[in-house]
């Protein structure tokens, strides 16, 4: 039996043990030069240090370009020194001509490094004039300037001098122009005043988009207004029996305590249908139904059931039949639902006011007045919001019409005055639609008809001719 071998005679046998004393001279020693007696691993700083030194003598710092910058780098994170490294590759690639140009700068400096490369490649090549060649390309040519590019860079400042003075004396002469064409749009400008700032923390404002809301829908009011003569190919109507339907209508408006809007719509509804459609004497009545009974649908959050309005026609015409009438008149009109209601154009402009409420008041009963009245059909519902605002203010004394109110309603005084006298005309005259008349004159209303009735008598020969009043043939003998 062979005698055991001890743990010291192994150990040293053993060449693949990473634990023992390493005898054999490897390719790493070699490349140090020497190897260590005691069979030690050397300390990595030489080897550091050797590709360091080996590294920044390949760098071709010159050029610049992305490959050395990353070279460089890599031997900083290698080192453990990665902020030293990344400045080194920072201000070679600045040497290289890779500078921020300045206004006072003449030259293109992004064209220096390629220049001077290609100076390196072709000694005999000449730069171009003009191009910055040779000038951005290290700090010794800066200092080596030719007179050549001294002269170029001073005469470049003067011809832009002239192109500029030019320029200048162009748009002047546009300004002029335009100065002497509007300057009364210019200080109606300047005195406007914002208000739509305080509302850009309300998501429920939009002010980000209301000016463009409201230029939609006054393009769009012109596109569902009624025709004012369609009572002309009406055999068995007239406006006076109109007069009376608008004015149940509100009766049963109020009953159903409904919102303004639902009005508004219900009749813009009827005035559509009446000039697409021929109708009878005994349907006007059906026609009005179920026009507030769709606009309620539009409008309201829970709208009445169709037996309800069954009920207030004194079961006149029966459920089916308003059904029926819902569907053929939504069919007449495409569907089409999007009437701008005047309610919003008063609220846009009751923003300019301060939300007044007794001028908003006075100004929901003059809108309403173009209900009723069908010379004011003719007239988009942004004119009439406007001119009902106007003549609330004027009766209140609140101040007259400035630009920031004529800027939020979009019309000016002289654009209110048609619609203006024709409000005035109306409540000059004597009374026609009771319901009408009675609702407004209730203390939750503040009265409104009443007031407004008594500044018009009192004021109606300053404002009005006696010219325009034209006598209805419905109107009562009895004022009130």
């Given at each position: ?11 040293t046998?053993n ?18 030069g ?7 691993k ?13 590294g ?15 070279k ?8 453990g ?5 990344g ?10 001509g890779?500078?921020k ?8 400096t992004a ?13 005999d090549?000449?730069?171009?004039q ?35 003075v ?7 002469e ?21 208000l ?16 463009e ?33 608008v004015d ?15 009005l ?6 009827i ?12 349907r ?16 309201e959050?829970?709208s ?15 459920d ?7 569907r ?34 006075l ?6 007045i ?42 000016t ?5 048609p ?10 005259r004597?009374?026609?639609?009771e ?5 407004y004159?209730?203390?939750?209303f503040l ?24 006598p209805?043939?419905?109107?009562k003998?009895?004022d009130?």
């Amino acid at each position: 039996m062979p005698p055991a071998r001890s743990l010291r005679s192994r150990a040293t046998m053993n060449e693949n043990d990473e634990n023992g004393p390493a005898t054999r001279l490897t390719r790493a020693k070699a490349a140090l030069g020497d190897a260590p007696a005691d069979g030690a691993k050397k300390p990595l700083q030489a080897k550091r240090t050797t590709t360091t030194t080996t590294g920044g003598q390949g760098r071709r710092a010159a050029l610049g370009d992305v490959s050395n910058v990353n070279k460089v780098d890599a031997g900083g994170v290698k080192d453990g020194k990665k902020g030293v490294a990344g400045k080194v590759g920072l201000t070679t690639r600045t040497t290289a001509g890779v500078q921020k140009p300045t206004r006072t700068n003449s030259t293109r400096t992004a064209l220096g490094s390629r220049d001077t490369n290609a100076k390196k490649a072709v000694p005999d090549a000449k730069p171009r004039q003009g191009s910055g060649a040779g000038v951005m390309g290290s700090t010794q040519m800066k200092r080596s300037k030719s007179v050549k590019d001294e002269s170029l860079k001073s005469e470049e400042p003067p011809l832009k001098r002239a192109h500029t003075v030019k320029k200048s004396v162009a748009v002047e002469e546009e300004i002029k122009e335009e100065t002497t064409e509007a300057p009364v749009n210019e200080a109606m400008d300047a005195a406007v005043e914002d208000l739509d700032i305080e509302d850009l923390n309300d998501p429920l404002m939009a002010a980000e988009y209301v000016v463009e809301i409201f230029e939609y829908l006054q393009e769009l009011e012109m596109v569902t207004l009624p025709n004012p003569e369609y009572i002309e190919h009406q055999p068995d109507l007239e406006w006076k029996m109109r007069g009376i339907l608008v004015d149940w209508l509100i009766e049963v408006h109020t009953r159903f305590r409904l919102l303004p809007e639902t009005l508004f719509l219900a009749v813009n509804i009827i005035d559509r249908f009446l000039s697409a459609e021929v109708v009878a004497l005994d349907r006007l009545q059906l026609v009005g139904v179920t026009a507030m009974f769709i606009a309620s649908k539009y409008e309201e959050v829970l709208s009445p059931h169709v037996a309800n309005f069954s009920h207030v026609a004194d079961e006149t015409f029966s459920d089916k039949e308003i059904l029926d009438a819902e569907r053929h008149v939504l069919a007449t009109l495409s569907y089409n639902m999007s009437f701008p209601n005047p309610m919003n154009f008063l609220r846009r402009i009751s923003k300019a006011d301060n939300y007044d409420i007794q001028t908003r008041t006075l100004g929901k009963y003059l809108m309403e007045i173009s209900l009723l009245d069908h010379r004011f059909m003719s007239f988009p519902q942004s004119q009439i919001a406007a001119a009902a605002m106007y003549l609330a203010r004027l009766i209140l004394e609140r101040g007259p019409w400035d630009a920031t109110l004529a800027h939020y309603a979009g019309y000016t005084e002289k654009e209110i005055d048609p619609v203006f006298r024709l409000m005035i005309d109306y409540l000059h005259r004597p009374v026609s639609h009771e319901a009408f008349f009675k609702k407004y004159a209730s203390k939750k209303f503040l009265k409104a008809s009443i007031l407004t009735r008594q500044w018009a008598k009192k004021y109606h020969s300053v404002y009005i001719d006696s010219s325009l009043s034209e006598p209805y043939s419905y109107i009562k003998d009895s004022d009130q």
